[in-house]
């Protein structure tokens, strides 16, 4: 199992386009969670999956959308692209009914918007 | 809302000092605290968690409520102990939603 998985590594848009990030969650996880980490800061929760629908988000505009596939595999869209969100974009995984302590990050997408 | 600080950004120190890593919360139930660390080029990983209050690379942290306060400690530093680390909250176990501090980089030098 490699764990959580994230595509692509890295990439680079300009203002006003629209991005979308994917993750793969850990084999038998359910749940998929979203964080934005910008430069200095620590992850912030955009939102999160399960049985493909949002379940609860945190404080992010609705440019940030996403969506859960039917084999737990989510995707994360950005849309009208700001400099600000620029930054680490992770991707977590767990299983629906256990605690945090039993969520696993994947490696992390770094965005640059230029 | 909830909030997790962490006052220093960088913690310097000799391989075999002791260490602390401060941690204040903001949050007025009982959340659950965990400290989650980060090696250079790894991917952000559970270091320890209150609840089991157990001691892992012997690493610890107790949760204080009256200062509400959930330092992490280790007696002596080690080099490969040098990394970002992180402490957060969680007020909804069943949902896993993180609340994150800002990070310390603790540096040790040999």
């Known amino acids: 199992d490699a764990g959580v998985t994230q595509s692509p590594t890295h990439l680079i848009k300009t203002r006003g386009q629209q991005v979308t990030l994917r993750c793969s969650p850990k084999s038998g996880h359910d749940t998929v969670s979203w964080y934005q980490q910008a430069l200095g800061q620590g992850p912030q929760f955009i939102f999160q999956y399960y049985e493909e629908e949002e379940r609860q988000r945190g404080n992010f505009p609705d440019r940030f959308s996403g969506h859960q596939f039917p084999n737990y595999s989510s995707e994360l869209n950005v849309n009208a692209l700001l400099l600000g969100d620029s930054a680490l974009y992770l991707c977590?995984?767990?299983?629906?009914?256990?605690?945090?302590?039993?969520?696993?990050f994947g490696p992390g997408t770094r965005l640059t918007v230029t | 809302a909830q909030r997790v600080t962490q006052p220093e950004k960088l913690l310097s120190v000799f391989k075999g000092a002791p260490v602390e890593l401060k941690c204040n919360y903001s949050y007025s139930g009982s959340p659950e605290l965990f400290w989650y660390v980060q090696y250079s080029r790894q991917r952000l990983q559970l270091l320890l968690r209150h609840i089991s209050r157990e001691s892992i690379k012997g690493f610890t942290a107790d949760l204080n409520k009256g200062e509400t306060s959930f330092h992490l400690k280790k007696p002596f530093a080690q080099e490969e102990d040098s990394a970002m680390y992180y402490c957060a909250l969680s007020i909804n176990s069943g949902y896993s939603t993180l609340t994150f501090g800002k990070g310390t980089m603790l540096l040790v030098s040999p």
């Open positions: 977590a995984s767990s299983k629906t009914g256990t605690g945090p302590y039993e969520q696993y």
